[in-house]
Every structure is written in C-alpha cells, then in structure tokens.
C-alpha cells in the first residue's frame, strides 16, 4: 500500500510558466512533508519541507501548499527555467520505533522547455 | 555543506556473489539510510541506523544486511546477490531524531547478472 502517492509520472511545462506537482497522502499521522528534486546520476537534494501545523511554506521560487483535510500537497514552481527539469519526489516523515523515516512517493518528472 | 560519498557509481555483479555498498558521511549525523530506488516505485527503506552498532529494518529488509562499527560509515550487504536485486542504490544521513531533511549521496548503480 503506497501511503505517498504521485499520481503524474510526469509533466511538461513551459518556461516562465507555472509548475504544478501534486501529492497525496493516505496517513493522517504524517506530521511534516519535503520536497526532493533529482538530477540523473545524482542523489536527491532537498528542495523545501512544511510541517503540518502549516498550509503554506515559500522559499524564493518554490512554495509547497498542504491541505490536511484533503490529505494533500503540492510543490508549486514559479516562474519554471529550464534548470528546474529534474525528478521531484514527495516525503512524508513518520515515527517508527520512536525514529523519524521518511516515506516517498514514485516521483514526477518535470519537464521545462523554452 | 553535508557530503555522503557512496564507495561505487557503478557495479556489475553475478547472481550468488556476496555484495558490500559503503557510505561515508563527513558531517558527524546520527542517523543513516540506504535505500533503492526502481521505476515507478520511488525511494523505498531498506535498512537504517540511528547510531554506531544499532540497525532498525525499513521496509524492504529481505534479502539485505548492514552494519555500522563506525558512525560515519554504514555498509549494505547483499548475502546471496539476486537478480532482482539490480537497482539504484542510495545512501543518507541525518542529524538528531527529528524528522528533518536526509542528505544523499549520489547513488550505486548495480546490475546483477
């Protein structure tokens, strides 16, 4: 049972425009989210996290939405340069055995053409 | 800025080999993950450790060992190497026990013949 899911394996955008990655979450004990973003051959580097006491966290370009009642998230890129082309992936962090781990989603691929 | 540094990019093995990934943080984190990552399915737990000698399964343990005899070094092992075990390897680590940002290295690429 996935509980992150990234419903869009990909998406296409143009540059300037605006970058709309989703993400929906099945477990209400989730208590903070993040954004990764993978190059190919390189690991994944965080991107920007909210916790859930939170709707709405902005960091320059990037701002991440959480809705709670809807159990979901989304990673909004604004405005989309053709450096942000990369796989973006989805966490939700969650306490096993009195530790955080962090769960991930499939990832979307973006993809940001002139 | 954090450096996890996984020993191989790349490793070719064969079906019933014994197989070691190491990684090596410089950054004095607590806690370490290995995780694989295959298509459609995301980043997926393995293993993880949250301090010298201690292991925790995530996930996806079968088939998978570790072992951490120093904090900054954490191994995966693969006791009998099988072919659905090709995969992207990756390995990060953390700090404290909260749930912040994991630090990755850049990954293991392995095929298992």
């Known amino acids: 049972d996935q509980q992150v899911k990234q419903n869009s394996p990909s998406l296409s955008v143009q540059e300037g425009r605006i970058s709309i990655l989703n993400c929906d979450y099945t477990?209400?004990?989730?208590?903070?989210f993040l954004w990764y973003k993978k190059y190919p051959a390189e690991g994944p580097t965080f991107l920007i996290s909210?916790?859930?006491?939170?709707d709405k966290n902005e960091d320059g370009r990037f701002t991440v939405f959480l809705n709670k009642s809807a159990k979901h998230l989304s990673l909004h890129i604004v405005p989309s340069q053709p450096g942000d082309s990369a796989v973006y992936f989805c966490?939700?962090?969650?306490?096993?055995?009195?530790?955080?781990?962090?769960?991930f989603g499939a990832g979307t691929r973006l993809a940001v053409h002139p | 800025d954090v450096k996890v540094t996984q020993s191989s990019r790349y490793l070719v093995k064969r079906t019933g080999e014994k197989v070691f990934l190491e990684c090596v943080q410089d950054?004095?984190?607590?806690?370490m993950f290995w995780y694989r990552q295959d298509p459609g399915l995301g980043l997926r737990l393995i293993y993880f450790?949250?301090?010298?000698?201690?292991?925790e399964k995530g996930d996806i343990p079968e088939g998978y060992s570790v072992s951490r005899e120093k904090k900054e070094r954490f191994s995966l092992i693969l006791e009998s190497a099988s072919t659905n075990q090709t995969s992207m390897y990756l390995c990060?680590?953390?700090f404290g026990r909260g749930g912040g940002p994991q630090h990755f290295g850049d990954g293991t690429r392995l095929s298992i013949l």
């Open positions: 450790s949250y301090d010298v000698k201690m292991k």
């Open positions: 477990n209400s004990m989730f208590d903070y």
């Open positions: 950054m004095d984190h607590e806690n």
């Open positions: 990060a680590s953390s």
């Open positions: 966490a939700a962090s969650t306490v096993s055995g009195g530790y955080n781990k962090l769960i």
């Open positions: 909210i916790s859930s006491i939170k």
